[in-house]
């Protein structure tokens, strides 16, 4: 099987994240990148079907020239090629565009199975599998936590506030996944070393077929338009239990409408 | 800009792999480690699953090829030591006994069968290696011991007594150091063996987070398989105790740079006549010859490293490494203590718990006064012992 993880680097949420004032996109020299927390529970479930079923993981991503970094950890992991799209060109794109570029990069690898977190911890759009797989025209299972394949039907269980929905289709399909699905693996140490000898392609728009009016910051359908710092956090209010404590208590939950 | 827990940016000399790996034991030792470490320090223990999550982890024997290791360089083993004992020296010691002194000396003078038998499951952490060199009455002199090997039929015949031995009472198989007719030779002890036993030894104040044992033999028979065929005389062990001491030299780089990193955050936050501890000059000095130590003490993990990486490291330069290392971490956690005043003395704060495992790091594995003179009689010429 042809398994494909679309992975995204993030500035790393323990660190002070910003925009850029000139041109309101995400400041990437900020703040150091990691890859996104979501995307390594993708890592791992791709694997698990690999080693399940069989086949080959590739590791996708768009981004700048440093988001290798980010690959490297997927490989480390174990997936068995990368593919990076990165040019100047993209700079700046949004969730549509992006899902285009992706689609043309997807019709050059060829695959049975596109995994994806299901939002990045940064823009946190959550809507990168659905347009992909609208695009791709195939089924998209989303929100998955827990992921069979039996030939070339896929059964997800889709986390929702209730329970969980079973959800079928049939191969090729898009899944995106929440991070009950598993517990992803520390890289090891072999894995590490043989990370840097795997198939690497580096791609440019031209390369990928990538139109350069259908991309960036000047073409994106989405814009910033301003942005704040947030506001510092309030103090909480503190109740001294004096025997009313509970009724405070419930009183306040009672204003939030909590109960 | 520099960066204060990396102030030389020494970690940009280390390759992709290597920082992979730094990666990966700093992730896994502050998000399973450090969060349990006083705990387990408090109480004296260091847990059994410890050793199948560091196998997993992969890091035993991961300088060592074959037999499931991984085959990393030295370099990228020292800095997983650094990346441990920057939680504790006790579990950095954990690894240091399985990976350089138990497995490495199967790898190096054990036979085909033993290192099949054993080097797998060891990588694994599903098997626990310990090394039996030490006597209550040898210590620094090793040649002195007096545990015996003598011959009946074709068996091995095992008798005496084996002290301060990290991961004694957990271990399943004892490399165990003994005198023959025909010199010192090693044996692979499997611990089920009759006539063999593990005494916990108690009341420590150091090293809590790590099982050390007296180990007793008593007339243990083993076949003649279980002896290492080709070495003999004190070459074998120091070859072994040669290894540890290169991770210990890496490993006090890890705990010196918490102890200061503690110091640091410390004194920018605490605040006494109206400004932070960190403001003023007396304090100044004691963090600036803190991240001089920490920084400096990196510098020879790296080039003796690749050193040994290059095939060309020396023993009296390992001696030079464990004893500067280790006793300019000492004196970082002496600093940090002192810095953090009444503070500095509980669970709560890392740096007493470092301060009194390296007074035994210091010792440990060739005392300063044993580095000293090897140190000495390598530039000298002149042995002022033995």
Redesign the interface.
């Known amino acids: 099987m042809n398994i494909v993880v679309c992975v995204k680097q993030v500035p790393d949420t323990e660190t002070t994240r910003t925009l850029k004032s000139d041109d309101r996109t995400l400041d990437r020299a900020a703040a150091d990148g990691v890859l996104n927390e979501l995307d390594e529970y993708a890592v791992e479930e791709a694997l698990r079907i690999k080693e399940a079923h069989g086949g080959e993981v590739t590791v996708l991503t768009m981004g700048p020239d440093k988001a290798t970094d980010t690959i ?2 997927a490989l ?1 992991m174990g997936a068995d090629k990368a593919v990076h799209l990165t040019d100047e060109a993209l700079v700046g794109s949004d969730a549509l565009q992006t899902s285009y570029a992706i689609q043309q990069v997807l019709g050059r690898t060829g695959f049975d199975l596109v995994v994806l977190g299901s939002e990045s911890t940064d823009a946190r759009t959550g809507v990168l599998a659905a347009m992909l797989a609208e695009r791709l025209g195939v089924p998209q299972l989303s929100l998955a936590n827990k992921v069979e394949i039996d030939g070339s039907s896929i059964r997800v269980q889709r986390q929702t506030d209730y329970g969980y929905d079973k959800v079928e289709a049939t191969l090729p399909a898009v899944v995106s996944v929440v991070e009950k699905i598993n517990e992803p693996r ?5 894995g ?2 043989a ?2 000898k795997k198939p690497f392609e580096t791609l440019g728009i031209a390369d990928a077929g990538i139109d350069a009016a259908q991309v960036g910051l000047a073409n994106a359908a989405t814009e910033v338009v301003d942005f704040a710092e947030a506001p510092p956090r309030e103090r909480g209010q503190i109740v001294k239990d004096e025997g009313e404590g509970g009724v405070a208590a419930a009183e306040f939950l009672a204003s939030k409408k909590f109960i | 800009m520099t960066q204060p827990d990396d102030f030389l940016a020494l970690d940009d000399e280390l390759d ?2 290597e920082q ?2 730094r ?2 034991v700093r ?2 030792a502050q998000d399973r480690l450090a969060p349990q470490i006083s705990d387990w320090y408090e109480r004296g223990t260091v847990p059994r699953e410890i050793f199948t999550d560091f196998g ?4 035993f024997g ?1 300088h060592l090829d074959g037999y499931g290791c ?3 360089s030295a370099v ?1 083993y020292g800095v997983a030591c650094r990346e441990l004992e920057a939680v504790d020296s006790g579990l950095r010691s954990v690894v240091s006994v399985q990976g350089s002194l138990a497995m490495f000396a199967i790898h190096r003078w054990g036979t085909e069968e033993q290192r099949q038998e054993w080097l797998p499951r060891m990588a694994a952490g599903q098997a626990i290696g310990c090394f039996g060199l030490t006597e209550a009455a040898a210590g620094s002199d090793p040649a002195s011991m007096r545990t015996t090997a003598r011959r009946d039929g074709a068996d091995w015949v095992l008798s005496g007594t084996k002290m301060w031995i990290t991961n004694g009472t957990l271990a399943d198989v004892a490399i165990v150091w003994a005198r023959t007719d025909d010199g010192i030779r090693g044996f692979v002890v499997p611990t089920d063996a009759p006539g063999f036993s593990a005494n916990a030894i108690p009341r420590k104040l150091s090293l809590r987070a790590s099982d050390t044992a007296e180990l007793v033999l008593d007339e243990v028979r083993l076949p003649a398989a279980s002896a290492f065929p080709d070495v003999r005389g004190l070459r074998g062990p120091l070859s072994c105790l040669n290894e540890a001491r290169y991770g210990i030299l890496w490993g006090t780089v890890g705990a010196a740079r918490t102890c200061y990193l503690e110091a640091l955050s410390y004194a920018l936050t605490r605040t006494q006549f109206g400004r932070p501890l960190a403001g003023f000059q007396l304090n100044q000095r004691r963090l600036t010859e803190m991240v001089i130590a920490v920084g400096n003490a990196g510098l020879v993990g790296l080039r003796l490293g690749r050193l040994k990486d290059a095939g060309r490291v020396e023993p009296a330069q390992i001696s030079y490494g464990k004893l500067a290392n280790a006793r300019a971490a000492l004196d970082v956690a002496r600093s940090a203590r002192a810095m953090l005043g009444a503070a500095g003395i509980t669970l709560d704060h890392p740096v007493m718990r470092h301060l009194t495992n390296l007074e035994t790091v210091v010792t440990y594995e060739g005392t300063e006064e044993m580095h000293t003179l090897s140190i000495a009689a390598a530039i000298t010429g002149l042995k002022a012992f033995r």
């Open positions: 490297r950890k480390s520390y890289p090891s140490f072999k590490i070393m990370a840097k | 992709e792999a992979g790996i990666d990966v992730d896994f997993k982890l992969g890091v991961m991984a085959g990393t990228a």
